[in-house]
């Protein structure tokens, strides 16, 4: 499988469960702190059940890579978190108290979250030597995210967001029937060259390219958490507000269709340290501008840089430095350590001070952030290509 498109056999159903899994992201993340709000949650629970859902990356991932690493399951493991985790979440349905909501989070989030990082995995094992590649399957989880948050932005707002937790069900459910379609290949125990997880870990481009993307999901705590009820309480509808993610998204398929090329041309590191500097950039506008369209419409643009460059970059320096039984792991550490302990502590920390401190302030903070983790990368992560 070296140049994957509609001939590869593979393509479109690997391409598939892309497109299911982060449609249920555009409608998890544009929309559940919405409907977290119209149950009368205040910002700091609402701040708190988003850092649930990230803080189980922590540990969910790193547990299921182990099991994936030395058992070569990983559709399986992709098939029954998506199963499980369907079947979780569907508790939201039953009530909505705080502590309710708060547990079925919990658990759902543990299976859920066990998915991604081994289909990642297991999408780099088919790609082998063209792993720059990536970029061309992983788009059509942008095209999923794009259709479900503009489809579903006018539906919330003429009926409400009491349908939202059907759709993401719905959703859910989808991400399971097109596990079913990816053939299960055994990888079995890796005992390839390498050396342990630990020691790779300790080495300082490694050790500071998980500082990194920590950093950077620390940053975009404040945007995944608050963003919809920031740019409601302006006076944007729910329908500008499901386009304005959407364009953002739009930009990031755009950079995903190029990567292949951009790669080589520029090289992982200047890439990463461009992104880095995008972010500050991002967050400062939207903190700072939130009143004018025109600026919001360029802020969105700039998700092609802070999440599409950023995260083809990051996932591939982690699949060049954790090789043989480390693969699995090493995704999941990437996970765990970014949209996890980076998305949960970002999250908890806007929702404590979007009150406290205001929301120009908060994104100004994620700002300065970005910088500590352009400051980093640019020190210490030496990848040329």
């Known amino acids: 499988m070296n140049e994957p498109g509609p001939r590869t056999p593979f393509y479109w159903r690997l391409s598939g469960f892309y497109l299911f899994y982060f449609a249920s992201l555009g409608a998890l993340v544009p929309y559940w702190s919405l409907y977290l709000k119209s149950l009368s ?51 939201v349905l039953f009530a909505t108290s705080y502590w309710w909501i708060a547990i079925v989070m919990v658990v759902f989030s543990f299976f859920w979250n066990a998915v991604l990082p081994q289909f990642e995995a297991y999408t780099f094992s088919q790609l082998k030597e063209s792993v720059h590649r990536y970029s061309a399957i992983r788009l059509w989880g942008s095209v999923g995210f794009i259709l479900t948050v503009i489809v579903l932005g006018p539906i919330l707002e003429e009926r409400g967001t009491s349908l939202l937790p059907w759709a993401i069900v719905a959703l859910l459910a989808g991400i399971f029937l097109m596990s079913l379609a990816v053939p299960e290949q055994s990888t079995g125990y890796h005992h390839g060259e390498h050396d342990s997880l630990f020691k790779v870990i ?93 600026m919001m419409l360029a802020a969105q643009l700039l998700h092609a840089a802070t999440f599409g460059i950023f995260h083809s970059v990051a996932i591939q320096l982690f699949h060049r430095h954790f090789t043989g039984k480390n693969q699995g792991r090493g995704q999941a550490i990437y996970s765990s350590m970014s949209f ?24 100004s903070g994620a700002a300065v952030i970005s910088v500590i983790a352009f400051i980093i990368a640019w020190r210490n992560i030496h990848t040329c290509q």
């Open 41 to 91: 949650f205040s910002p700091r629970e609402i701040g708190e059940i988003m850092a649930i859902i990230m803080a189980t990356k922590i540990i969910s991932p790193n547990i299921w890579g182990w099991i994936a690493d030395h058992s070569g399951k990983r559709m399986r493991i992709v098939r029954l978190g998506s199963l499980a985790g369907a079947l979780a979440f569907a508790a």
């Open 340 to 363: 996890g302990a980076g998305g949960a502590l970002g999250s908890l920390v806007a929702g404590y001070t979007w009150v406290s401190i205001g929301p120009a302030i908060t994104y």
């Open 202 to 294: 300790r080495r300082p481009e490694v050790f500071s390219l998980i500082l990194v993307v920590f950093l950077m999901q620390v940053s975009h705590g404040p945007y995944y958490t608050f963003y919809s009820i920031y740019m409601e309480e302006h006076g944007y509808s729910r329908s500008i507000i499901g386009m304005l993610w959407a364009l953002g998204v739009v930009a990031e398929v755009l950079v995903f269709f190029y990567m292949h090329r951009l790669i080589p041309r520029f090289g992982l590191r200047k890439m990463l340290l461009f992104s880095l500097m995008m972010a500050a950039l991002r967050w400062s506008t939207v903190g700072w501008f939130v009143d004018n369209f025109a």
